[in-house]
């Protein structure tokens, strides 16, 4: 957005809509190779959230592992992914974006064939374990994949378009979750019954949709050498002359270790780490959704809870949320969305603090209603901060460490996961054990002995983060313009970290 367009006077009625049509303009910016990464993302999440769907039930149906071994192989894949994150970024910015990405999918077709060749081959001992040896070979595939997405997010968009870009992205991963659960459906992913069983040709089993995996890397792979041929960073034709004489440039490549070396040194490093931190209670917000709600929803709803329901609240409206501002996301303040959506995600934990019955006569009515309450919430600010995160992390990254930056800030989303995970039990058996539903509604349950309280807790933990870094903001944003919409300010030497 140039900057004469700031002071122009705001549009009403329908040339307010008209100019809402006319922002997406600035995507034209965005080269064959951006629009060729996102049809890999849509692809990519396509297999990766069916697989994440049905490996515990994988392993335990088809490979014969016990819940508590199952449980065990999944904890140390996604410990591997979370692990290998920290490495992936600087690797990913020594290899490049082509070279990265197509290791990283060439590896995971291989693991996944692995995989898919010993479920459905001869039962023997020990198999079970080179099944999950071949998970733990996939991580740090499924680790540099979303480096890589980061990277070319940024690399791919100009200043003008960036902002839309990373919301574009975000909208793609989600739609590609939305196809992962549908395609789970299509393959009619449910175990058949004893008499089916014994008909092997009748027999379903869910190493199909692992399999699935092969195809999604193989078609991203071919996607790759099709649309993503450069790797210069993109500029807009408002960009100054310094910036656009290095359009035709590489990208300077550093080996990881000197990557490493050189980022922990950087002043702009540290205050990543802190904004970092601020956002985990926030992340674990989705955490909340697999680990605690589902049990949360049958025990004071019902064990009918429409858990499905619940579940799919969140991604159709993230879809919908980011086309809705993806043209207007660019006139806003980068941090200011990023910290004000969290906040808006955090509160989502306190409206099922409110009283049930002053959303129904009954208890199944009321928490219905806080629930989906909750859920809009949470996706509104998600809409607002969780593209942002990404984008100002793209912001502060020095030119030639974005895959290292970028990386790291996939970072909170597993702590988080690892941190309820573990927490998670405790909760349910302290505020919401079985028989919680029947006596919240005879009335003998004081307001620190329910479900209620566990929300305050972890309410508080989420909005405490996004409160303090906008206490900080001026720390965790000097040297960066996040003026993306507005006159920009000088910036002198002396603040740029």
């Known amino acids: 957005m140039s900057e004469t367009s700031v002071d122009q006077p705001k549009a009403t ?61 999944v904890s140390f894949f996604t410990a591997g992914i979370t692990i290998m994150l920290l490495f992936t970024g600087p690797i990913t910015d020594w290899l490049g974006i082509r070279w990265s990405l197509n290791t990283a999918l060439f590896v995971r077709a291989g693991t996944t064939v692995g995989i898919g060749v010993l479920a459905l081959g001869p039962d ?22 979303q480096t890589v997405f980061q990277v070319t997010n940024k690399r791919f968009t100009s200043k003008r378009s960036r902002s839309s870009g990373f919301n574009l992205w975000y909208m793609f991963m989600n739609l590609g979750a939305f196809l992962g659960g549908a395609m789970v459906a299509l393959l009619r992913v449910e175990r058949p019954g004893a008499e089916a069983a014994a008909d ?14 092969v195809v999604t890397s193989l078609v991203s792979l071919a996607l790759t050498w099709v649309m993503v041929r450069r790797e210069v960073q993109v500029h807009g034709p408002d960009e100054s002359p310094e910036e656009l004489a290095s359009t035709d440039e590489e990208p ?37 959704m697999y680990m605690l709600m589902p049990k949360y929803w049958t025990r004071v709803i019902g064990p009918d809870a429409p858990i499905g329901e619940f579940n799919m609240i969140n991604p159709i409206l993230i879809v919908f949320g980011v086309i809705a501002i993806i043209p207007i996301a660019h006139r806003f303040n980068l941090f200011k969305m990023l910290v004000f959506g969290s906040m808006i995600s955090a509160l989502s934990l306190f409206a099922l603090i409110m009283p049930w019955d ?53 970072m909170p989303w597993f702590a988080a996961k690892f941190a309820v995970s573990a927490l998670s039990g405790i909760m349910l058996v302290r505020w919401v054990p079985e028989d919680i539903g029947p006596r919240i509604m005879s009335g003998s349950v004081g307001f620190w002995d329910s479900p209620e309280a566990m929300w305050l807790i972890l309410g508080i933990w989420a909005i405490s983060g996004p409160m303090l870094a906008w206490v900080f903001r001026g720390w965790l944003t000097r040297g960066t313009d996040f003026e993306l919409g507005a006159k920009k300010k000088a910036v002198p030497a002396t603040e740029v970290a």
């Open 13 to 73: 009625g329908f040339a307010a809509i008209r100019q809402y049509f006319r922002d997406f303009k600035i995507l034209k910016d965005n080269p064959r190779e951006y629009w060729g990464m996102q049809l890999i993302n849509i692809v990519d999440s396509t297999g990766y959230f069916a697989m994440l769907t049905v490996v515990t039930l994988f392993l335990s149906g088809d490979v014969g592992l016990s819940d508590t071994d199952a449980a065990t192989v």
């Open 124 to 145: 023997f001992e020990g198999r079970g374990w080179f099944v999950g040896g071949l998970f733990l070979l996939m991580a740090p595939t499924l680790a540099m994949v």
């Open 200 to 213: 092997p040709d009748a027999a379903f089993t869910y190493t199909w949709v692992i399999l699935l995996g």
């Open 252 to 288: 300077v490549r550093k080996n990881p270790l000197a990557n490493l070396s050189e980022l922990l040194h950087q002043p702009q490093f540290y205050r990543f780490l802190v904004l970092i931190a601020a956002t985990l209670g926030v992340r674990a917000v989705f955490v909340h």
């Open 358 to 410: 002053w959303f129904g006569s009954d208890m199944a009515t009321g928490y219905t209603w806080l629930t989906i309450f909750c859920m809009v919430l949470v996706t509104i600010g998600e809409v607002l901060w969780s593209p942002k995160l990404y984008e100002y992390t793209a912001a502060i990254a020095p030119e030639g460490q974005e895959g290292t930056y970028l990386g790291l800030s996939m």
